[in-house]
């Protein structure tokens, strides 16, 4: 039947398998859509991970950056002797240096009562910090101890401080048993190792966690002046510095945090397999869409080969199917993803979005999952003489 229509019309012969039953079109094409959802955010909570865990690193207002040999992350920050980053204004390529505490402290919510780990980051007030220019702009408001720029993107379990602020209400809190008040806001946002963020001043940082060394600190920032090489002055400073400092380009040392959590734990593993999973459903079941579609009409490709076609035409056939059910079955699970993420960024406040690369992957992964398992039903294909079959 199939046969008389794709002459008279030249309907593509692929399409028609495929629509001739739509049941299993139906199938097929939720079994792609689904096993695209599963990479799509898989990918994305990993991608988000890494991307999260340093939001605040992308922003820091530096060239080269301090840190000690035994800080692993930025959940596990170990000090350093200040004078180090002192000791880097001898270079002439160094402009100026921001000594910065950074550490973990129980923030109590001003309505409930009850206290969540937050993310103190303590600096000198006249001393830049961020390229943010809302934390530029309102730095000057810690010279006061006791004030505190509160991270408006913090999870809602710190309490409604944004929304009090903003309506002229006085947002006081406490810290370790010190009162703090709320002088401004900013807009860093919470990561897979803090759930918000606060800024203060040294002084402050210093009330709130009394047993801190004053000559210890757990990040130096340094600025370079215009046209130096980070990576050059870098290697300086290593060869006339001790060996316990590290010292990281900007850009090394947002690599360094993104490799902790891609190596160092095991939530980038189980994403990505989470991803290498959904694709494997998605073989499964393409292959056996189209091994069946491939067995039901065999009787017609071996009746083609009889009259003539060529075994590679009639593979093109397949591969064609393979080829319309992931362009098809890849557009619901492109929608899906983008209402998923635009979900998770309003639930959790992670920086998830679809992003042209993690789209591409995706798309690629169905393009190879389709494909591979049309070439596999193609198997079957290869092996039907027409003269047995009839």
Same mark, same amino acid.
């Given at each position: 039947m199939f046969l008389t229509i794709w002459r008279k019309r030249k309907i593509p012969l692929a399409w028609l398998l495929l629509t001739r039953q739509p049941v299993r079109l139906a199938i097929a094409l %939720? *079994?792609?859509?689904?096993a695209g959802i599963l990479m799509f955010m898989q990918l994305g909570f990993r991608d988000g991970l890494f991307d999260a865990s340093v939001t605040i690193h992308r922003l820091f207002d530096a060239d080269?950056?301090?840190t000690s040999p035994r800080s692993m992350s930025s959940i596990s920050m170990a000090g350093f002797p200040e004078r180090r980053l002192i000791q880097t204004l001898a270079d002439p390529e160094v402009a100026d240096v921001s000594p910065v505490h950074w550490n973990f402290?129980?923030?109590r919510n001003?309505?409930? $009562?009850t206290t969540r780990s937050i993310l103190a980051l303590g600096f000198e007030p006249s001393d830049p910090l961020l390229i943010d220019p809302l934390v530029q702009k309102q730095s000057s408001f810690l010279r006061q101890k006791g004030r505190v720029l509160f991270d408006e993107r913090s999870r809602n379990e710190f309490g409604p401080v944004a929304e009090w602020f903003r309506s *002229?209400?006085?947002v006081d809190s406490e810290v370790a048993g010190v009162?703090? $008040?709320v002088a401004g806001l900013v807009q860093l946002g919470p990561s897979f190792g803090a759930d918000g963020n606060m800024i203060i001043s040294r002084e402050t940082f210093r009330s709130i966690i009394p047993n801190s060394s004053k000559g210890s600190i757990e990040l130096g920032l340094i600025r370079l002046i215009p046209g130096s090489d980070p990576i050059l002055v870098a290697e300086r400073l290593k060869e006339q510095l001790p060996n316990d400092i590290t010292i990281f380009t900007k850009e090394q040392f947002i690599e360094f945090e993104k490799n902790y959590w891609r190596s160092s734990? %095991? #939530? *980038?593993? #189980?994403?990505?397999l989470g991803a290498a999973m959904g694709f494997v459903v998605g073989c499964v079941i393409v292959y056996q869409i189209l091994y069946g579609d491939v067995s039901d009409h065999l009787a017609e490709y071996a009746t083609l080969m009889a009259m003539g076609y060529r075994l590679k035409d009639l593979l093109a056939v397949v591969a064609r199917e393979g080829l319309l059910l992931a362009l098809i079955g890849y557009l619901p699970a492109y929608a899906a993803g983008e209402g998923l993420y635009a979900l998770i960024r309003t639930s959790t406040k992670l920086p998830v979005a679809m992003e042209f690369n993690r789209a591409f992957l995706v798309l690629s992964m169905i393009l190879v999952m389709c494909l591979g398992s049309a070439l596999l039903a193609m198997r079957k294909l290869v092996d039907a003489d027409p003269a047995e079959i009839f």
């Open positions: %939720a *079994g792609i859509s689904f080269l950056v301090l402290v129980l923030w001003p309505e409930t $009562r *002229g209400k006085t009162r703090l $008040r734990t %095991a #939530i *980038g593993f #189980i994403f990505t």
